[in-house]
């Protein structure tokens, strides 16, 4: 299984980004799709996931603002950013867990979101 990440960018504040993480061979081999975010000496942390049953899961510092869905026929999982802040700015990582190993997750490539001030 391998993560594509696409659709970071620059935007200024207010404005709003989607992020799409597509699921090689088969969205339905993985259950929990997740975007996580780390900014420059910071750690990362989970963002907001989504699990199979379409059960939704956010932090409390982009509730209201992002939201995550997922496409299984696209075999995608996008996350939309409205109202950005400056504080959102960061690379921006999609993790699956694999639905019939346990233990085994996947993490796809980061992409960049800015937003300036």
């Known amino acids: 299984v391998q993560l594509q990440a696409s659709g970071g960018g620059l935007v200024q504040a207010g404005g709003s980004l989607r992020l799409s993480c597509t699921v090689s061979?088969?969205?339905?081999?993985?259950?929990?799709i997740a975007w996580y975010r780390q900014a420059p000496g910071e750690q990362r942390e989970l963002v907001a996931d989504?699990?199979?049953?379409?059960?939704?899961n956010y932090a409390d510092s982009v509730k209201g603002r992002f939201t995550i869905s997922r496409d299984n026929v696209k075999h995608t999982v996008f996350l939309q950013m409205n109202s950005l802040k400056p504080e959102d700015t960061a690379v921006y990582s999609c993790?699956?867990?694999?639905?019939?190993?346990?233990?085994?997750?996947?993490w796809g490539n980061g992409t960049q979101v800015t937003v300036s001030s």
């Open positions: 989504i699990d199979s049953t379409r059960s939704t």
């Open positions: 993790y699956a867990e694999d639905r019939f190993r346990s233990g085994v997750s996947y």
């Open positions: 061979r088969s969205i339905y081999s993985v259950n929990r």
